[in-house]
């Protein structure tokens, strides 16, 4: 059984960091590429970044140079550090997993993954 948990949100001021983990089971880990999402209340799902050997990574530009994704064969996981948190980086995170193993703006931004997680609340106070 394919399993994506997510974990490590929670309430943060503004400024604050915060990291979030995306353990892996039931697939071969680091064959596919991984992705974080988020929705906010009342917005449409958005892709925050991608991992994948192949590709590498890529961010949305909202969160380039303050969110680091990042993963660990070993452990099978994936992360998500974010730094530098706003107000409006509040969301629900979740994190993906794509067969293909891609991590492109394609991929991305339809949303072409085939495993979801159940998600973690970051809320970011001001």
């Known amino acids: 059984e394919v399993q994506l948990v997510e974990s490590g949100g929670g309430l943060v001021q503004a400024g604050g960091s915060l990291r979030l983990s995306c353990a892996a089971s039931?697939?071969?880990?680091?064959?596919?590429?991984i992705a974080w999402f988020r929705q906010a209340p009342g917005k449409e799902r958005e892709g925050v970044a991608c991992i994948s050997s192949s590709d590498g990574t890529r961010y949305a530009d909202s969160t380039k140079g303050r969110f680091t994704i990042s993963s660990d064969n070993a452990k099978n996981t994936a992360y998500l550090q974010m730094n530098s948190l706003k107000p409006e980086d509040t969301a629900v995170y979740y994190c993906?997993?794509?067969?293909?193993?891609?991590?492109?703006?394609?991929?991305?931004?339809?949303?072409?993954?085939?495993?979801w997680g159940q998600g973690t609340q970051v809320t970011v106070s001001s």
């Open positions: 039931g697939f071969t880990f680091d064959a596919y590429g």
């Open positions: 993906a997993a794509d067969s293909h193993g891609l991590c492109t703006s394609t991929v991305l931004s339809n949303e072409l993954y085939d495993f």
